[in-house]
């Protein structure tokens, strides 16, 4: 009962941020997460938001415990800072303590995590091809942004001085607040009807019923050792292919993950801190064990006190300052979970599916928008095809695994910026073939109704969504820019400037197959490629 009353909790707060955020990227592709901590810092409950936040909030909040100390009332910490348990800088997380109003006992913590569409940097959207840190945005270390229940007028005038869209930071930054308050009053609720006491011991009781059920489900995995890696096309400086590597090892009801022979860290952005490969980790044995059990797990997923982890400092999964990491968190993220799942395979193979696209295909825009003369930053990733797997074929044109967010509406969009979206539709037959065939990606055609900055950070164009047990491999994806009649194919990372008329087309990847097709087999499960469809159109 308490599990489901805590993880209400969170849900409730991300249904205050989305519902009170002024971004699109928050209240309409909901590009965040919120969750409640016990008073040590471990996660008691997350909503089911960014699976990418799920080993890294808990880091945040010890970090900001580590530097802080122990949250006073009406204190609110801020930080966004990839080194100190952040994901990357657009990522800003707040952190609260909750007090039960009838005690003032410490209840624990409450925290959400939204990613603003622009936090500074040298190029709109904070997510640029940069070299360092310094060049990405502003970075917060643990910081109080209340202190004693009074805002801190000063933190907040030098974070709007380095942001390119302050107003609608300011909108974001206020829903955030408004999550934390709703999550302190159904903590402070909870504790009203059923004892301050009786929470804190709830809270202790689901992390160990989480840990138990992780420990369970590890045992089923057969014991050995289980090794794969994969590789990112690139990191936008001409360094690639780069290797990332793991060693899975299954003994009991404990595993280890070591991840060395991984690629040393990169000068581009691809770079992924240990909150990362954390988070993905974290992502990928909770997939597999409840799958193993047929039940969920806690959604705070507990300590994982079972599951170790072999971090190689310096690397391309444990990067340390000054690496640049916009990238590590939103493309490195998804070839961790398909190492991950790849190595597993060789444990489970009628459980594990095709690899899914492996990217996020970020696009990050802004200028000034010609219809109002004002500033606008704007951030989106968009869908493509899941990997087949041994229940049947994979979904086509979705997030997968690291990212739960949605697409941007095309009205919303239109609406909110100086695009036009004339194209959006599945790339038929781009996902993989075999018994049951990956999913399709999509293509989405972006028009400019005034000159724009414009960063594309994509993997997968290189390299093809693996498909196992025989299964074919996804079709990469493509980036192109329009202007007339004329079609001119983009890297996968690349910053440009776009004039107004000029389309903007992200092709995305298909899904890997699973299964070898049967010979004279026929019908929806021996699925073969088909000539792509251009899909669904709009006259501009």
């Known amino acids: 009962m308490f599990r489901h009353l805590f993880t209400a909790a969170a849900e409730e707060m991300g249904a205050a941020l989305r519902r009170s955020a002024f971004s699109p990227n ?26 990418v936040h799920l080993g890294a909030m808990p880091m945040s909040v010890q970090w900001t415990l580590q530097e802080l100390g122990p949250l006073e009332p009406g204190d609110i910490a801020c930080l966004n800072d990839p080194f100190a348990g952040g994901t990357h800088l657009p990522d800003i997380t707040l952190v609260a303590p909750v007090f039960s109003r009838a005690t003032s006992e410490r209840l624990g913590y409450v925290a959400s995590r939204a990613h603003h569409s622009d936090v500074g940097g040298s190029a709109p959207g904070s997510m640029p091809l940069a070299r360092e840190i310094y060049q990405e945005g502003l970075r917060i270390p643990p910081s ?73 489900g590890i045992e089923r995995i ?35 993950v070591d991840f060395a022979g991984s690629a040393s860290q990169v000068p581009g952005g691809v770079n992924a801190v240990a909150a990362i490969t954390t988070s993905a980790t974290r992502y990928v044995v909770r997939c597999v064990v409840e799958e193993l059990l047929g039940m969920s797990l806690p959604a705070g997923g507990g300590a994982m006190e079972a599951l170790h982890l072999r971090l190689p400092s310096g690397s391309v999964v444990a990067a340390v300052p000054p690496a640049a990491v916009a990238a590590g968190n939103v493309e490195t993220s998804q070839r ?57 074929e994979g979904l086509s044109g979705v997030h997968s695994h690291m990212t739960n967010s949605l697409n941007t509406p095309i009205e919303a969009l239109e609406h909110a910026y100086p695009m036009r979206v004339v194209r959006y539709g599945l790339r038929r037959g781009s996902g993989g073939s075999g018994r049951h065939g990956g999913g399709d990606g999509l293509r989405r055609d972006l028009l400019f109704l005034g000159p724009a900055e414009v960063t594309l950070l994509t993997e997968r164009r290189v390299t093809r969504p693996r498909g196992l047990q025989g299964g074919g491999e996804g079709s990469p994806g493509e980036n192109v820019i329009i202007s007339g ?56």
Not at 26 to 50: L, N, W
Not at 160 to 171: I, K
Not at 524 to 532: I, K, L, Q, T, V
Request: glycine share 14%.
């Open 222 to 256: 057969p014991d050995g050792r289980f090794t794969a890696s994969d590789v990112l096309d690139d990191d936008g400086f001409g360094s690639g292919p780069v290797e990332i590597r793991a060693c899975i090892e299954v003994k009991g009801d404990g595993m280890e």
């Open 336 to 392: 961790i979970t398909d190492v991950l799942f790849q190595a597993l395979a060789q444990a489970l193979p009628d459980r594990i599916p095709a690899l899914s696209q492996g990217t996020m295909n970020n696009l990050a825009v802004g200028g000034e928008d010609p219809r109002t003369g004002t500033p606008f930053t704007y951030y989106e990733t968009a869908g493509g095809g899941m990997g087949g797997g041994p229940r049947g």
């Open 26 to 51: 928050i209240k309409e592709r909901r590009d965040y997460s919120c969750a409640v901590f016990s008073p040590e810092g471990t996660p008691v409950a997350q909503g089911d938001h960014m699976p």
């Open 144 to 216: 109080l942004l209340h202190r004693k229940g009074e805002p801190d007028e000063t933190f907040m005038r030098l974070l709007l001085a380095n942001v390119r869209t302050p107003d609608e930071r300011t909108g974001d930054l206020a829903a955030q607040l408004a999550s934390l308050h709703t999550g302190g009053l159904r903590l402070q609720e909870l504790a009203e009807r059923r004892g301050s006491q009786m929470v804190l011991k709830a809270m202790e009781a689901v992390v160990s019923y989480g840990e138990r059920l992780l420990r369970a």
């Open 485 to 540: 009649s004329e079609e001119r194919k983009l890297p996968g990372k690349v910053q440009l400037r776009v004039q107004s008329g000029e389309v903007l087309s992200i092709r995305t990847p298909g899904g890997g197959g699973w299964g070898r097709v049967e010979a004279g087999a026929t019908g929806e499960g021996a699925r073969e490629p088909h000539p792509e469809s251009h899909g669904e159109t709009r006259d501009p």
